[in-house]
Structures are given as structure tokens and as C-alpha cells.
Nanobody
Framework: QVQLVESGGGLVQAGGSLRLSCVVSGRTLSTLVMAWFRQRPGKEREFVARISWSGDTTVYEDSVKGRFTISRHNDENTAYLQMNSLKPEDTAAYYC????????????????WGQGTQVTVSS
């Protein structure tokens, strides 16, 4: 049984930073494309960032480019999302997700999901 567990969310002031972690169990991390999605209040779940199986390729949603960094440590079975220069509009529940075969920004292509961690950015 594959499980993804996020941590690291919290309350932070605008301009601050947080690092989200996603620990994967039940499957070797190197076999998964990993991504982060978020769901803002009243909005649909949206893509934030993804990273390839080996970590050599990353893709970001335009509004987080230059502020967020996705990374992975396959030997630790953990993926990360470093979030800097946070803005109130980044307030959302953040979810990590894993895909076996698909290199995609579409949530439907991701088989494995964490339970989410809340990030709240105050102005």
C-alpha cells in the first residue's frame, strides 16, 4: 500500500518561507514523478510544480516561478517544496502526488495522493 504523508504547513507572514515535505512509503520514490498541487478556498485543485523521476527536470506554474522550488531525495523517499516570498494568494491546502508513468500537470494523471497540509499566509 502506497502512502504519501505531507508535513511542514503552517501560518506565515507575507514574504516568509515554508518548506513542505512529502514522505512516500510502500513504493520506491525513484519510480514516481512527484508533484505538488494546491486547492485555494473556493477554487479547484491546481498544479504547482512537478519533478521527474531522477530529479533532473522540473516544471512550475507561472505564479510560483522564481519563488518555489521542488526537489526530491530518492534515497530518503522524500519530496520537498521550498516556498519563499510567500503571498496571501498562496494560502491553500497543499497536496503532494505521485505518478508512475505520466509526465503531466494534470491531477487526473496522478495515482497517489497525500492528505494535504494547510498553508496560510497573512498580509
Amino acid at each position: 500500500q502506497v502512502q504519501l504523508v505531507e508535513s511542514g504547513g503552517g501560518l506565515v507572514q507575507a514574504g516568509g518561507s515554508l518548506r513542505l515535505s512529502c514522505v512516500v512509503s510502500g513504493r520506491t520514490l525513484s519510480t514516481l514523478v512527484m508533484a505538488w498541487f494546491r486547492q485555494r478556498p473556493g477554487k479547484e485543485r491546481e498544479f504547482v510544480a512537478r519533478i521527474s523521476w531522477s530529479g533532473d527536470t522540473t516544471v512550475y506554474e507561472d505564479s510560483v516561478k522564481g519563488r518555489f522550488t521542488i526537489s526530491r531525495h530518492n534515497d530518503e523517499n522524500t519530496a520537498y517544496l521550498q516556498m519563499n516570498s510567500l503571498k496571501p494568494e498562496d494560502t491553500a491546502a497543499y497536496y503532494c502526488a505521485g505518478s508512475i508513468h505520466d509526465w503531466s500537470s494534470e491531477a487526473a494523471q496522478y495515482r497517489y495522493w497525500g492528505q494535504g497540509t494547510q498553508v496560510t499566509v497573512s498580509s
